[in-house]
C-alpha cells in the first residue's frame, strides 16, 4: 500500500519553520509498517526548499527513509504548474476528520486492514439523536 505521510504535526509536534520534537513512536511505527507491511511510504508536507531537506534528514537521521517526497513517485518531477496531491491509498495527516489516531492505533489498522473511514464513528448512526429530556426544574420556569 502507498501512504502519504504528513510531517508537521504528525512526526513532530507543530514548531514550523523549526522541527518539532518527535512524536512518540511515530518514526519507529513508520519504520515498521516498511519492513514488516512492505508499504511505500512517501513524505507529504507543505515544506520546501531548506525546510524540506531539513525534514528529509531529520527522519533520515532516525533511519526513515521514503519512497518519494511531495510526488506520487521519485523520478516525477515538480513543477510549478502541477498539483502536490500524491496519489496514495492512504494519508496520515494530523489535520484528519478526528484528528491524528495515537500511532499504536495507526500501525494496528493499517496492518490488519481495518477501513480507514469513520463509519463507526458516534457521529454517523441509523437512528436521529433523541431529545434531552427535561427536569422536572426545567419545566416549571
Given at each position: 500500500m502507498v501512504i502519504a505521510v504528513d510531517f508537521d504535526g504528525t512526526i513532530v509536534t507543530h514548531e514550523y519553520p523549526k522541527i518539532g520534537r518527535e512524536i512518540p513512536f511515530a518514526i519507529d511505527?513508520?519504520?515498521?509498517?516498511?519492513?514488516?507491511?512492505?508499504?511505500?511510504l512517501i513524505l507529504w508536507t507543505v515544506r520546501e526548499g531548506q525546510l524540506l531537506d531539513?525534514?528529509?534528514a531529520f527522519c533520515k537521521e532516525r533511519g526513515l527513509e521514503?519512497?518519494?517526497?511531495?510526488?506520487s513517485y521519485p523520478e516525477e518531477s515538480n513543477t510549478d504548474n502541477q498539483p502536490r496531491k500524491v496519489n496514495a491509498e492512504l494519508y496520515?495527516?494530523?489535520?484528519?476528520l478526528g484528528g491524528l489516531p495515537d500511532w499504536?492505533?495507526?500501525y494496528r489498522m493499517v496492518m490488519?486492514?481495518?477501513p480507514h473511514d469513520i463509519k463507526s464513528s458516534e457521529f454517523i448512526t441509523d437512528t436521529p439523536p433523541q431529545p434531552k429530556k427535561r427536569r422536572w426544574f426545567g419545566r416549571k420556569y
Open positions: 511505527t513508520l519504520k515498521r509498517l516498511q519492513t514488516e507491511g512492505h508499504h511505500q531539513e525534514a528529509i521514503f519512497y518519494a517526497v511531495n510526488s496520515i495527516d494530523d489535520r484528519n499504536g492505533v495507526i490488519s486492514g481495518i
